[in-house]
T-cell receptor, first 112, second 111 residues
Framework: ELKVEQNPLFLSMQEGKNYTIYCNYS?????LYWYRQDPGKSLESLFV?????AVKQEGRLMASLDTKARLSTLHITAAVHDLSATYFC????????????FGEGTQLTVNP | DAGVTQSPTHLIKTRGQQVTLRCSPK?????VSWYQQALGQGPQFIFQ???????QRGNFPDRFSGHQFPNYSSELNVNALLLGDSALYLC??????????FGQGTRLTVV
């Protein structure tokens, strides 16, 4: 059974600081996704990582994938309040179709 | 393009009742997956439909069933509702490409 673990589960940080969220998974896969979810809302796609060594950046967020270590990171640079949300990583462990296994989520709060 | 649309957005049901949730996939997508997200948890895969057949299924009881229509839209049916079925139900559509797109979800409350 594919397992996806995120840490930390809760993260409170000050504006302007940097931090990294980690996502470990238990099986070989080269398809890793990061989503953002605001309270009561659906999932917003942030990044799709499809190969070992993939790195993608959008604004203050940067995601990377190391398939050999079965690890993805989501790095936050100079956090701002608008980044407060819950962040999920998900792994597609199937060879066809999209069947995502999600981590528990990291609830990020950015304080002024 | 309207993206993935789900209906209704909110629903309140009584224990023991049955419920049907609906999903219209993004234009051009032929695969629909359903997820259940309990409060404070990550979404869990329920099942996936492709070519009107259930192609994959997660660890959910038979009370959860589905259907896909020729126009690729899909329904999720839950029978004999339990309090623990209260959750946000998310539909995702895809087309063989790696990325799936999620609808806004249906919030089901069982009382």
């Amino acid at each position: 059974e594919l397992k996806v673990e995120q840490n930390p589960l809760f993260l409170s940080m000050q504006e302007g600081k940097n931090y990294t969220i980690y996502c470990n998974y238990s099986t070989t896969s080269d398809r890793l996704y990061w989503y953002r979810q605001d309270p009561g809302k659906s999932l917003e796609s942030l990044f799709v990582l499809l190969s070992n060594g993939a790195v993608k950046q959008e604004g203050r967020l940067m995601a990377s994938l190391d398939t050999k270590a079965r690890l993805s990171t989501l790095h936050i640079t100079a956090a701002v309040h608008d980044l407060s949300a819950t962040y999920f990583c998900a792994v597609d462990g199937e060879t066809s179709g999209s069947r995502l296994t999600f981590g528990e989520g990291t609830q990020l709060t950015v304080n002024p | 393009d309207a993206g993935v649309t789900q209906s209704p957005t909110h629903l309140i049901k009584t224990r023991g009742q049955q419920v049907t949730l609906r999903c219209s996939p993004k234009s051009g997508h032929d695969t629909v997956s359903w997820y259940q997200q309990a409060l404070g948890q990550g979404p869990q895969f329920i099942f996936q439909y492709y070519e009107e057949e259930e192609r994959q299924r997660g660890n959910f009881p038979d009370r959860f069933s589905g259907h896909q229509f020729p126009n690729y839209s899909s329904e999720l049916n839950v029978n004999a509702l339990l309090l623990g079925d209260s959750a946000l139900y998310l539909c995702a559509s895809s087309s063989g490409a790696p990325e799936a797109f999620f609808g806004q979800g249906t919030r089901l409350t069982v009382v």
